[in-house]
Every structure is written in C-alpha cells, then in structure tokens.
C-alpha cells in the first residue's frame, strides 16, 4: 500500500538549510540537459557535471537546465551558490517529502510540484518531485527520474516560430506546470477505469476481494489527495498575485493551468464519493447474500420439520396406536405429509421467499 | 452510467491553444443561423459557411449568431480571427469536457456552460455544452447540436416592440442563459418524480433492483452536481462583478438568474440528502426482512423440536419402557405434544413474534 | 409527503415579468384590506378591487394594504403600475416556489418570506408564501390566503399610543416579519412533541412503521430547513446594511428578529441531528431483536438436538444392543438426557443468554 | 430527557417590549444583594425590594446589585426605568430561553449567558440564565435561582488589596463570566467521567440499556452544544472589539476568558466525537455477540445432525438389512458417529470457530 | 487510555493570576540551564537556583534559560518579577492543560506548545507542555520535565560560525519550535506503523480484540489532534503578522516551520480517515464471517434434513408398508439419499457456496 506517512524524522533537530536528501534514491547517475534558445536559435547539450553546463550558458537567450537525479548533494549546494538559492530552498530540493508550495524570493520563484506516475503492475500510483527554479531568464528543473512528461514541451522547443521560443522563462516555467498538471487527467482516467470494474464486481458479486480493492483504491485516492490538493493552492497563488517574475501574457496560461487543477480536485472528489459508496454497497450486498442463504435454511427446515414429526410419531413403539393398524394408515400418513408440504410452499410464495 | 471521468488526456502536453476537439461530434455538419434585429427589424438567415453568415452582418442594429455543431476546426479558427478571439478561448469551445466558466477579455466576455437533457429511454441526463461569446453588438452562441432550448428567446424576438429588441446584445446573453437555467427545472422535476418512485419501492418492497436503482441516481445527481455548481459562481461573477460588456439595465436580470440558480443547486443537494436517506432506508428493510425470515424460522424450530424429541423418545426399542404398554400412553403423549405447542404459541404471543 | 421539488418548469424560457401565477390558487376571491393610521388616528376598510383601496389612500398617515390571494394578474400588474414596481418583483410575487429574499429597489424594498402551517390531520408543515412592499409611508403585504398570523399585529395597531401607531412603515414591517418569525416556533415545538413520540417509539419497540416515521419526519424536517435558511440571510443583510427605507430606531428591533432567526435555526439542525440518530438507534434496536430471536432458537435447537440424537440411537434396531436389555436402560437414559440439559442451561447461563 | 426545544410560542405575535416572563420560576420571593466597593472600602447588604437596594447606592465607588429570581416583572420594569433600560433588552432578561449574546447599548453593555448545574440525581445537566448590565460604575446580575458559582467572587471582593477592588464595575463583570465559564469546565468533567464508564460498559457487556445511556448522553452532549457554542461568538466580540465601557487594562483577561470558551468547546466536540464512536463499537458489538450465537448453534447442528441421520438409518424397519444382524454392527455405528464427530471437531478447530 | 478531559475545575472561580500548578509534577527539583552566546562566544552553566542564573547573566550577547520542572510556584513568580511578566502568563505557564497560543505583550512574546513523547511501553502518546517567553535578548523556555528534543539545537549552539550563534533570540526561539514541530513527524510515523499492524489484522482476521485496538488507536489520534491542530494557528499567525520582537530575517524559517504543521496536521486528518475506514472495514469483515458461518449451517441442514426425513419415513411402525417388504427397499432408500444429496451440492455449487 502507498506509504501514506514518509519518513521525515531522520533530520529532527537538525539546523534549517541542514542539506539531506530525504526519499529513494531513483538514478544512479545525475544527468544533466541544457536547452539554450531563442526566437531563433535554439541548441540541446547533454552533460555530466554542473560546471559543464554552466561553461555552455553564454548569457544571450533563455536557458532551461534540466536536472535529472537529485540526490547529489555537492551539485545542489554548487547550483545554490551560483544561482543564489536560500538555503531552505536548497533543502526542499532534496527532501522528496515536501508538499507542493510557491515561493517567491528576492531574484528567484521556487515551484515544487508532484509528478504523478501509474504503475500498471503494482496497480498503484507513484510520485516524483519535480522542483523549477525560475530566475531572470533561466529555468532550471529538477525531477528524481528521467521522465517522459516533458518531452511534448522539449518538442515544442524545437518547432521553430512557436510561441514557447519567442516568450521568455516563464511561459516555458508555465508549460511544463501544464505539461505536468495535463498528466494528472490520464492518472485520473485510468484510476476511474478501475473504479467502474470494481463498481461492476461489487454489484454483481460482492466478494470479499472486492472488498478488499475497495479499500485498496480508497487508500490510493485517499494517497493522491494529499499530493493534490495543495497543487490547487500553489497554481491559485501564480494566477492571482501576479508575481514579479512572471509576465503579465503568461498570466493568461496560468489562468488556463488553474480551472484544470480545479477540475482535477473535483473528479478526485467525485471519485471519493463513488469509492464511499461502494463500500455501503458493498455492505448491502453481503446482507443481501445473508438473507438469500436465510431463506434456504428456513424454507428447507420449515417444509421438512413438521414432516419429519409426523415420521416420527408414527415410530413410536406404544401397543395401542390405532392408526398404525389401519389399512390406509401409510398411505393417510404420506397423504397428510404431502398437504402439510403444500400449505408450506403455497405460505411461502406468498412471502414471496420463493 | 454517466461517465465521471471525462477523457482528456488525449492533448497531454500539447501546446496551449492547439484546436483540438475533445468529445462526441453530435451532428455531421455544421449549421449556422444568423439573426439580425434591432428595435424596429429582425431578419434571420440560416447559413452553411461563416463566411455566407459574415457577409450578411451589415453593422447595423444587433447581430446573433448561432453556431449548431463544434467539431469544425477550421470555422473555430476562422471565427477567432475574425473576431479576435485568444487561442485558448478557441481551445476551450472545442473542448466539451470543460467546466463552465466565465472569462472577460479586454474586448468580449466568453461564458461556458452545460444544458441538459433528459434521455428518457435511459433513464439518464446527458449534457451538452454551449459557449457564448459576446463582443460588441455581435452575441455568438456555439451549441454541440441543434437544440429546442433557445427557442422561446428566438420566438420572443421576433414578437415586435419587446425588450428583448430594444435591448442590445447584452441582455440577449442574459435571456440565453436565462432559458438555459430554467431549463434545468425540468430536468430536476423528472429526477424528482424518480426519487419519489424509488422512494416508494424502497419503503414498500426493498429488492435488489431497487438498490442498483438507488445506486444509478446517486451517481446521476453527483454527476449532475458536477455540471451546476460552477454555474453558482459563473452568473455569481457576472451579477456581482458588473463585467464592462454588460449594462447596468441587465444586472438586475443577472441577479434574478443567480437566484435561480442557487434554487437548483438547493434543490440537487436536498435530492443528494434524501438519496443519502435512502440507502439507510434500505438497508434497515432489509434487517427488517430478515428478522422476519428468523422469526419463520425460529417459531418452526421451537415448536417442533422439543414434541419431535418426545415421539424420538418414545421410538426407543428398550424393552422395559412401561409408558408404552399403557392403554393411555399414546393419547397421553398426543396431550403433552398438544400441550408444548400451545405453550410455545402463548410464549411467541407474548413475544409478539406472531 | 411534502413536495421538495416545486414545479417551476411550466415557465422555462418565457421572458422575464411574464406573469405567471406558479402555485395553487388557495382563495376564491382576492380580498383586500387597507388600514391607515398616524399617531392619533386608524381607519381600517374591507375592499373588493384595488382602484376602492387606493381611492382611500388620502396620503396622510401611514397606510397598510394587505391582499389575501395573489392569483390575479391583472390586480398585481395594476399595482405593480401604481407603485412603480419592476417586472421582476411582480413575477417573484406571483411565483409561490420562490426562495425567501430581501431586495433593495431604487424607490421601495422587498421582501418574500414563508409563513408556516401546520396541518394536524395530515400530520405536516405547509408553507405560504408572503410579500411585503415598503414603499414610502406605504407597506403592502400579499398573502396567498387570509391567515391569523398578522391578527396580533392588527391588534396593536389598534391600541392607542402604542409604538406601533408613532412608528412608521417600516417598523410596521418589522412587526409582520417578526409575528411570521415568532409563528415558526410553534411549529417547531409541535415537530419537537412528535420527534419525542417517535423518540420514544424507537428505544421501545422498533417496529417498521416506526421506521417510516423517522422517514417522514426527516423529510418534514428537511423542507422546513430548505424553507427557514435564506430566511436567516434575509434578516440579517436588513439588520447589518441598514437598508435606506428603514429608520435607524427600527434597527434594533431587526436584530432582535435576527436573534430569534439564529435560534429557530439552531433547534432545527438539533432536531435533524436527533433524528439521524434515531434511524441509528433504530437499526441497533433491530439487531438487538435479531439477536434475542437467534438466542431464543438456538438455546432450543442446543438443548433438544443431543437429546433427540440420544433417543434416535436407542430407536436403532440392531439385533445385539446389550442396553436395550437392561432393566435400568431406559429410566438410564433418562438421566443422561436430564443431564445434558442442566449442564446447556447452566452454559448459557454463564454465558448470560438466559 | 432534556427539552431541546424551548416553549417560547406562549409569545408569537406580542408587541416587541412586552414583559413575559418566560421558564419556570424558580424562587419564591425576588431576592437582591448590594455590595458597594472601592479600594479601601466595602459593604454588602441583603435587601427586599429594589426601593430599598436603590436607596443604598450613594455613587462613590462602585455598586454590584444581584437579583436572585427574574419572575417579577414589576421589578424588572422598575430597575429598567431607573437605569434607561431599553424595553428589548427587559424582555430578554425576562425570557429564559434566550441564547447567550453580548449588545452594547449607548450607556450600557448587557450580557445574556447560561449558568450549568449537574444534577447528579438525574444524571443530567440543568441550565439558568445569568443577564449581565454592565452601566456605568454599577453591574447589575440577574439570576434565576441563588447559586454558589459567584462565592468565590464574593469572597475575593471581601479580601482587601485585590485587584477586583481596585479594577472598575467592567473587571468584576470579567470576574464573573470567568467564574461561570470555570464552572463549565467542573460540569465537563463529570460528563468525560461518565462517559469513560459508558464507554467501558460499551466495550465489555454492550446491553440495550448501554444503547439507552448512550443515546441520553448524545442528546445531553447535543444540548449542552446548543448552549455553549454561542458563547464563544460573545467572549469573542468582547475580547476583540474592544467595547467602549470596558477598559483596555481589562481586555487582556477577557483574551484569557476566550481561550477558555475555546478550550471548553473543543472539549465537547472531543466527547461528541467519542460519543459517536461509541455507537458504532455498540453495533459492532452486537454484531460481534450474534456471530458467537450463531457459532454456537452451526457447531450444535452440525455435529450432531448427520449422527442423528445415522440413527435414524438403522432405525428403519426394512426387512432385509443385514448390517442389523452383524453382530458388531451396533458398535461399528458408534465408531461412524464418533469420527464423524471428530471430524467436525477438527473443521471448526481449522476455521478457529472454537 | 489517555484522558481527554483534563482536570481544571480545582481552580474554578479563583482569581486570574492565581498562581496554581495544574498537572503532575514530573520531576523532584527544578533545574536551570543558562547559555550565554554570541558569534564568537559560549557558555554554558548548569544550575540550581534562579538567582544564580540571573547573576550570570552579564547582558552581553544573547541568553537562553531552560527551566525543567514547572511546579515550583515561587520560582516563577521570582522569574515573572524580575523579566515583568504578566500574572495571566505566570498563570498559564503553571497551567498545563493549556492549548498551545502565541500571544504578544508589550515587552515580551509567550509562547505555549505540546512535547510529545511516545510511550512504547504503553503504546501510547504522551504530551508535555513547553513555555517560551522572549524578551529583548534572552529566551526562557519551561519544561514539565528534562527531555532530549532541545539538544541538536544545543549541539549546534556549540558549533562555531553557525547561523544559529550570530542570528539572535528570534533565531534560537524558531530553532526551539522547529525542533518540537520535527519530532512530531517521528511521532506520527510511530502511529503510523501501528495503524499500518491494525489494517493488516482488520483485513485478514477481525477479532473483537483488534477492534479495540482500532477504538483505542482512534482516541489516540483524536487526542493528537487536539493538541495539535492549534498549532497550527499559533505558527501561522507568528509567521504572518511579523510580531515586533521577530526579525524579518527570521520570518521566512518560521513560514517554513507553518509548512510542516500543516504537513503534519495533514498526515492526522489522513490517519483518522484511514481509521474512520477501518471500523467500516471491520464491521464488513464481521459480516463476512456471519455469511459463511450461516453458510455451513444451512448446507449441513439443506442437506441431513430431507435424508433424515426419509429415514423416519421408514422408521414409521405401520403394519401395511409395502416398501419395508421389498428385498431391495434398504437398497433403493440409500439411492434415493445419496441421490438428494448430490442434487443437494450440485445446487449448492451452482450458488457458488461452496
């Protein structure tokens, strides 16, 4: 079941600003790609090291540094010196923990947001924290695993003529939000498949699997709740108090970004709703299936109780019992058995146990 | 069952403001009516292309132009053109997964939102989505496919001397949105009239049937609740807000339609309260019915177990059992057997059992 | 039961003023009557038509006009002519669904409130919908039919020197509101008398029929809450923005009325807690009986099936059963049967099922 | 069980201002006591008639006049046109169901609160209404029976060189709502005690009467809210808006007073909780005891009706059954039953059922 | 189980500033620990009396006085003297059922939290309350008892050139906060773990004993809660409304520590949800179990009785039986049982019973 509670206490105590990377480590190299563009040019290195990618930036255009692997706390410490980067920002970096949140500083705007990914086998969703550090006219990003959520954008880089080449660090700060926030609704999708199959298996048949993926799923919403609620708060915050760093075009797309991240909330509400109830259904479906097996018990004994009596009155062994002398005795006895079956079964379709 | 969980995965990372139509085309071709009208005139074409329909607007008087049919990508970006409408307005008409909304533009206002129907077949509401642009004299509505519910505003300006010619476009948007919300009272009213039937069986003979059935409207009304809530904050914005585009003639009417809609979403969450109410209903009938089912049982069980016990006992083949050489043996077990059952009666008379 | 869902749908589309009477016509004949009165003076007269009213009106003093049944058109619209009434006002007078509301025109205000009835026979609450028009040193109240609800006010007015006669219009319309508002109580307290009834029903004896009552009271319950909520926000937006037809004095008088809104308020949301409690109770008590009926069958069940299984052994007809020779055998067996009661009943008496 | 709904319809319709006294009277004879104080000096005195307390009252220093027993209207009317008391407030001091609440008039605070007493015999808690008039140099209290909650106020005023010496008339009415706001913390405790016990019995022996207890404790818990909750509105307007008759040297306590509503608040919403809780516990108990019922009569049944089967077989009366005439046959029967015994035996061992 | 309803009525009506330890005294003598730091200097000193504290504090540099041990009532009024603290503060320090509150005074600011402690043994959560007043350049911070939370704080006091050692006061006290607020994560993992043990047994095998550890586990949390959530107030209103005596350099960590009580107050309301889930969960497996249960009994019964019955038919004494006759009757008997118990299991099958 997805971690609800991660650890965080390891650091307690420790000193603010105090750099641990806090989460899995994901990949075993950092990896680091710089995109350098303009409404012109635009030019794609892959590096190794941060000095690398720092050399390549010439200062002319916008530059994207994206960052693959967080874990290498040098490389962190090294990009907040060069960049200027608060201390405490150098700690969210690291700690996978965080939840979302903006932050604006004096020359920089810190974004941390939740990459969400649905793990097919495990049938279960997985996060990633994404940080961007948008700073004049570099972006830089940084995610725990390569990924394939922005490579529409890196696309759209390269077409030339685009809006996202002519528009500074901030409309592509607003594309990869985007990029990640359109994501979300495929997670939603394939969450909502589920929750119909279990739908159709809870009506159907109500058994105690089921039950249990109920509660599986609950918990998984229950899980993606937490990471998104806060998305809501942070895109609501860029949209409405038009920070500085963010051009009052781009504010527009910000706009579009937060109706999605509303819609969003609301179907995971919904689906919240549905998963609640399922399990009253669930419940209702069992007690159903008790009356069902109920009724056999009773309709079974109530025919044959009163039958097996008669049986077994005429087995007792008393010297004077007239009826068992009588010629028809055996027949009369089978005769009133019979009736007593068919008043039986006549009161129960009336009940309509039947 | 509705679908909650709408797709729209499928532009994932797409560049803001590409026109992709996301939903069911509804009708093969698209149809276009213009109506020009002022105080005193009103003509109405019924055109095939927008550029026919653009050459007809003269410039005088008031301009509404109604589009029956979305899918078109071409006409969409055409109509942006001509009439200056953003990239992502062009994006949100094609998308029919959106959530209603309202939006002011520097120099038109563009108004989302959802009509219902009510498939009567299915037992199920289906929305449609209707986009309102309202620039200058001109009002262009977008409809998925032709609908009825526009009628009465198309037949009252055709009556000469209403306020409806007089007044400019403005009020037009008004009257649209006006049909729109007091359309949803029939569909509430029919989904009323269903909760009474459901509530009726639920009462009277709680099946299974009746519990899918009570399932399948509580996921209509969430659905439905999905669709008009965000209508309570879009006419809340522009009866509060007083948008530049819309005079202050207009705001009282404004004011009118947001009490209506707050009367509906009133209305939806008492139908979700009374639903709610429902399924404990149900479950507490069906404890109901099987406490009687035990009952049947146990009354069976009781009365004959212990005179069954008494002919076992005198079945025994001992061979010194004095009762049975009694004359009286037999007729006295009759009496005592008689004697059990009308004990246990009197004891479950008392119980209130029968 | 109480119709939660209005029809309202008849009128979707119409234009707006189109008056149309929504609701039933509870008179036969509108009446009128018309009070006018000062410091010193009171005249009160009972009219057919409005044209005799409004002759009466010389001016002086203040003037009341009460109108008993709003079903006619023609007299409202005539009305609406002379006081200068919007359109809108005059369609939300007509239309009985309406929500209760305080609205500020430029030259009069108006408010729509629910008066409540209870029908003893049918053991319900039904509404009436009440509007009153401040206009000047005229107030117009509109009934649907004559009811005593105002008679005290009528009294007072009658009373010389009271405050009432000194005051003017809108403490006059204070007065209404708060003989409306005070009239709710006791319909409250004759809900509180049957909740007890039920109550008590509950915890006694939890038949079926005591189930449905908890039903049809939480429905009575819920429409009651639907009808009395907007009436909170109603007062209190007169009491806290001090509308400009209302006197500074009278103030003090609307906050008190608020006041008594607030409790009316309050003691419905714990009579709708006590009764989702009661349908817990209710259950409960359910399970209780299943579990009394289920003790009662299986200590019988329990008690008899060994013994009964004993006397079928000796029921066997094997020709070598050395204890069917004994002399002592059967009066034996007895033993052992009496034995295997007492040692059941002395189990369930540990286990304090008896 | 405590009247959550109050009797105040005896009123409906009266003039606004008219005295009524509303509750039970509780005292035989009006009772007042006057303490005239400063820093130096004190005196107390017990009077009959309000005449009488008036007449001590010579304007050095500052005068707290307590009125035990609100029913004599005259008295009230009296102490109202001595004071300049507005006739809304008189009949708000007469009217014991009133919720608590904080007006500030022109020249003079008046405070509404409820006193709580346990009433250990009945088990439940009993409210009185203390009003508050705060004019000046004098504080007025009015009670509805003589109570011990002010002693301790007493006696601080009677100890010299205290702070409530030298503080004005508004610290002493600081000093009062404290000592009725501690006292609710004492009522608190004898409810969290009691419900502890409920909560034991609920978890060892869940019995009907336990429901009962729970349920009484509900409503008790539902009251107690209903008249505790507004206080914290009251405290807080005090404490926060700063009321023109209250000094600032004071504020700072009345701050403490609202951290203790608070703190009291929360307190009932912690055993509301628990309460809650526990109902469900109670069900699953019950839920818990049937399956054991039902355990008991399967195990009953299951063993011992497939050897009664047994007997029953070889107590047929077929001519031609040879393993009647084995002679072990009789023995071998006893050695099917007793494995089929084991057998089942060793099955409910498995499933744990024993 | 923890009390939830501290003990506070022993004080009820005494005079604020009454100085009265509330709580158990946790340790038998106070200690005070003094540090005296600066960038470039630190001291430290353990001591027995206020006295000696005080006369080592020289004013140079900045100050921190740990108190452990709150009981000795003189001390802190000897403490309130000297630092001018309000009798209110000296009140609630000694009061440990306090919730937690920031409150600014004129030179000073007092802040009140919970330590929590989990008792492994017990498995359950302890609390301790921790006072900080800051006044100009000293802090003094009061515990219940010596616990170990503060000493990676003290160890980085102790490293030289550390922000901690140059940043004043303000610093020390949110380095104080934050070091209490990060052992709360370690705290909630602990519970976290143990709700994680209860799902797994309420899944697998719901036994009365695991629900009350469910029942337990939800007062635990519940009592969590209340000591929790405000601080979340008391944290946000220290890091919005920028009190005097906190430098604004020190405002963007205490905005960080508000995003970790929110973190944390988040993982609470999860817990408590996945709790509120569990009762569900166990109440279903209960019902589960009850099925099955029924299920053996009735397929048991379904089957013996009809063979049971036949066997008594044979068991009958008539004189005339035919069948009893036939050499191959006892034959074609067992056919005709074993054939109704093959029909009996293929039904049985059919309904996925077995």
Redesign the interface.
């Known amino acids: 079941?997805p971690?609800?509670?991660t650890?965080?206490?390891s650091?307690?105590?420790?000193?603010?600003?105090t750099l641990v990377h806090i989460g899995q480590q994901r990949v075993e190299k950092v990896r680091l790609s710089l995109v350098t563009y303009g409404p012109d040019t635009i030019e794609e290195h892959q590096v190794d090291t941060l000095e690398e990618a720092l050399s390549l930036c010439d200062g002319s255009g916008f530059t994207w540094l994206n960052i693959d692997g967080i874990h290498d706390i040098d490389l962190i410490e090294h990009l907040g010196q060069h960049f200027g980067i608060?201390p405490?920002t150098q700690e969210d970096i690291l700690n996978t923990?965080?939840?979302p949140?903006f932050?604006e500083f004096e020359h920089y705007a810190y974004i941390v947001l939740k990459m969400l990914r649905y793990d097919a086998a495990d049938n279960r969703v997985l996060t990633e924290q994404v940080s961007l550090i948008l700073t004049g006219k570099t972006l830089i990003s940084l995610q725990e695993s390569p990924g394939d959520?922005f490579?529409?954008?890196r696309g759209?880089l390269h077409k030339g003529r685009?809006?996202?080449r002519k528009a500074g660090s901030d409309y592509l700060t607003y594309?990869l939000i985007?990029?990640i926030v359109?994501?979300y609704?495929?997670i939603?999708?394939q969450?909502?498949v589920q929750i119909?199959e279990i739908?159709d298996d809870t009506?159907s048949d109500p058994t105690?699997k089921v039950?249990?993926r109920i509660?599986r799923m609950?918990?998984e919403i229950?899980y993606l709740r937490?990471q998104i609620w806060p998305l809501r708060e942070v895109v609501g915050v860029m949209a409405k108090e038009e920070p500085a760093l963010i051009q009052s075009d781009t504010m527009?797309?910000l706009?579009?970004v937060h109706?999605h991240t509303?819609?969003i909330i609301?179907?995971i509400e919904?689906?919240r709703?549905?998963l609640a109830?399922l399990?009253?259904?669930?419940?209702?479906?069992?007690?159903?299936?008790?009356?069902e097996?109920?009724?056999?018990?009773?309709i079974?004994?109530?025919i044959?109780?009163?039958?097996?009596?008669i049986?077994?009155?005429?087995?007792?062994?008393?010297?004077?019992?007239p009826?068992?002398?009588w010629?028809w005795?055996?027949a009369m006895?089978w005769v009133v058995m019979i009736a007593v079956v068919i008043v039986m079964v006549l009161y129960f379709n009336k009940k309509k146990?039947l």
Chains 1, 2, 3, 4, 5 share one sequence.
């Open positions: 079941m971690r609800l509670f650890k965080m206490s650091k307690a105590g420790a000193a603010p600003g608060h405490l923990a965080h939840r949140k932050e959520v490579d529409p954008v759209r685009s809006r996202i594309a985007d990029a359109d994501h609704f495929s939603l999708e969450i909502g119909e739908e009506l105690p039950l249990q509660h609950k918990r229950l937490k527009i797309f706009r579009d109706d509303i819609q609301e179907t919904s689906q709703d549905i109830g399990l009253d259904m669930y419940m209702t479906g069992i007690s159903n299936k008790m009356n097996v109920m009724k056999v018990l009773t079974m004994a109530t044959f109780i009163p039958i097996t009596f049986a077994g009155v005429y087995g007792m062994n008393f010297k004077y019992m009826e068992l002398e010629p005795g055996y006895v146990w």
